[in-house]
């Protein structure tokens, strides 16, 4: 059974950069066809897909958040971090790490979920 846990800061002040790890167990991120995504739920709104990594190191971003989105990851270490640059307020929202069986831009197709961390942007 895969496990991914978040991590990182709970407040973010506008304009920084938000990172955030997933630290990965049961599993490896490099796993043939295997794809790490990042998911978010501003409050009163729906899941939304961030962007992820491939087993291959490939990556993709949702087109609205491209600009301002990266993800990375340490093999050595299991993990994998997302990258929000210029953050604003309505960035607020709980942040969840995820897993499927190959890409899916469709938050809800994604098979292991990391428990979510809220993160508030406020100054």
């Known amino acids: 059974q895969v496990q991914l846990v978040e991590s990182g800061p709970a407040l973010v002040k506008p304009s920084q950069t938000l990172s955030l790890t997933c630290t990965v167990s049961?599993?490896?991120?490099?796993?043939?066809?295997?794809?790490w995504a990042w998911i978010r739920q501003p409050l009163g709104e729906d899941l939304e897909w961030m962007g992820g990594?491939?087993?291959?190191?490939?990556?993709d971003y949702s087109p609205i958040l491209k600009s301002r989105t990266s993800v990375t990851r340490d093999i050595q270490k299991n993990q994998f971090t997302l990258h929000l640059r210029s953050v604003r307020p309505e960035d607020s929202g709980v942040y969840y790490c995820?897993?499927?069986?190959?890409?899916?831009?469709?938050?809800?197709?994604?098979?292991?979920w990391g428990q979510g961390i809220q993160v508030t942007v406020s100054s």
């Open positions: 995820a897993r499927a069986p190959g890409l899916r831009t469709i938050a809800n197709a994604y098979d292991d």
């Open positions: 049961g599993g490896s991120v490099t796993a043939y066809s295997s794809y």
């Open positions: 990594i491939g087993w291959d190191g490939d990556t």
